[in-house]
């Protein structure tokens, strides 16, 4: 809670003084509603002068009629520090808050009660159990600002609480949490992937896709979706791991983890301790569900498959490799393939040359029937092929602009000819200078699959297929 923090300045000036915390604490509990707020800071400069008596005015405080007072004295407990020799807390701290859960239903004395648990819990892991039994008992009771004080410190301190505490805020927020408390709970989990307990992390992540899933996407928790991108080993674990699922909402994370990476030849390797290569119908499923989802990345699809072919079914999983992947983006996994014939095992090799071979019988055939009038388009269907190629880029556009955070901070213009542009900057005395700064060239390369150009419909049922079947029972 914000009232918990240090006010710098303020928590100076009390020091300076040992009365000064004395005088304040009078004068705030004459004038709870414009001065309660500072009770906290108060209390922790008390507590460095003459814990006995400010511990025992703070306990006093939390029995306040007063729901504000009562609020900030809780919240307050959460700075009682140990003395030299201690190893927990004084049993009358601990009591307090115990009765106050059990006795109270209003949310925010619950709020405050649970928010002094968890920070006293970092502080005397002796206490550890009975502050885990008041943290349990305010999330229980509480409500909508229990949850967000649950979700604040979800977001500041999920990797130092104890791991008993953090499944119990984990349990709580992923199931009840909304979607105001999203910020704080992405805070977390990102916190949590760092860590060895980055299952856990998922399990909430997961929860809220699918909770959300018609309002949230995984570009939605900013922070969990960047340490996936920027870790090969957690974006292995993640994409096995909603691959497996078979959810579709968790598939589509999936597709995300991969195509936000800024890397055009990224592969993607099979967490192994999360599958079972000898249940063969699962690790085919797993298989087609990498191709349909990952289809628009191609070597990270191609990589995965590759990787699952190493303990899994050689003939469905090749299929695969060959139509959609090998089929749509020849030039690209071709290489992969023969980058991989040089590493890989006998038995995959063998199949890595097996559908590096269908295709270039294919690529054969094609090249034969190119002279064919039946499959060369007519100049109006050509014309009617590109008007609807660029409106699809041009929708894809704006959508991607949309999201550009650079372009809503400056000004966008065209410039029709030319290498550089020159201005003219103002100096403090008001005369000016020429400022001249040369263009730089950026491009990007887009491939198109190649049954988008000879068979759209049926590329596109196809991927539906992949996305939508369901796991046999």
């Not at 980058?339 to 034969?368: F, H, M, N, P, W």
Request: net charge negative.
């Amino acid at each position: 809670m914000a009232a918990s923090w240090p006010l710098g300045d303020f928590r100076r000036f009390l020091d300076q003084d040992p009365k000064r915390p004395v005088e304040i604490l009078a004068a705030l509990e004459g004038e709870p509603a414009s001065l309660a707020i500072l009770l906290p800071v108060v209390a922790a400069a008390g507590f460095e002068s003459d814990r006995a008596y400010f511990l025992g005015e703070v306990i006093r405080l939390t029995k306040s009629s007063d729901g504000l007072l009562q609020r900030m004295a809780l919240a307050a407990l959460a700075n009682v520090p140990l003395a030299e020799g201690e190893d927990g807390m004084p049993s009358d701290v601990l009591q307090t808050l115990e009765t106050v859960v059990a006795n109270s239903d209003e949310d925010g004395a619950l709020a405050a009660s649970l928010s002094a648990a968890l920070t006293l819990s970092m502080k005397a892991s002796s206490d550890r159990k009975r502050l885990t039994d008041v943290a349990r008992s305010s999330l229980g009771k509480g409500g909508e600002w229990t949850l967000s004080v649950a979700a604040e410190n979800y977001a500041t301190s999920a990797e130092k609480l104890d791991i008993s505490l953090v499944s119990l805020l984990s349990d709580a927020l992923k199931t009840r949490a909304s979607e105001n408390n999203l910020a704080h709970l992405d805070m977390g989990i990102a916190s949590l992937l760092d860590t060895t307990n980055w299952s856990v992390g998922m399990d909430v992540l997961d929860e809220l896709l699918r909770r959300f899933s018609k309002t949230v996407k995984l570009k939605d928790f900013q922070s969990s979706r960047a340490r996936i991108a920027t870790s090969d080993t957690l974006r292995s674990q993640a994409v096995t791991r909603w691959l497996a699922s078979g959810e579709y909402t968790l598939c589509e994370a999936a597709a995300d983890a991969v195509q936000n990476v800024a890397r055009a030849q990224l592969t993607v390797d099979v967490d192994t301790a999360q599958v079972n290569f000898q249940d063969e119908e699962s690790i085919e499923f797993i298989a087609r569900k990498a191709a349909g989802f990952l289809f628009f990345s191609p070597v990270a699809a191609a990589s995965f498959l590759i990787s699952l072919l190493r303990g899994g079914p050689i003939e469905p999983i090749k299929q695969l490799l060959l139509d959609p992947l090998l089929l749509n983006y020849t030039s690209s996994v071709r290489e992969l393939l023969l980058q991989r014939v040089e590493t890989e095992s006998v038995e995959v090799v063998a199949a890595l040359r097996d559908c590096l071979q269908t295709i270039e019988s294919y690529l054969d055939g094609l090249g034969k029937a190119s002279g064919l009038k039946e499959v060369r388009m007519s100049d109006e269907e050509r014309a009617i092929f590109n008007r609807s190629l660029s409106q699809k880029m041009s929708k894809s556009f704006d959508v991607a602009r949309s999201e550009m955070p650079l372009l809503s901070m400056v000004k966008r213009s065209v410039v029709l000819y030319g290498r550089g542009s020159v201005q003219r900057v103002a100096r403090p005395d008001g005369s000016t200078y020429r400022a001249d700064m040369m263009f730089k060239t950026q491009g990007t390369e887009i491939t198109f699959p190649r049954m988008m150009h000879i068979d759209e419909l049926g590329l596109h049922f196809l991927l539906r297929v992949l996305r939508a079947e369901k796991r046999v029972k």
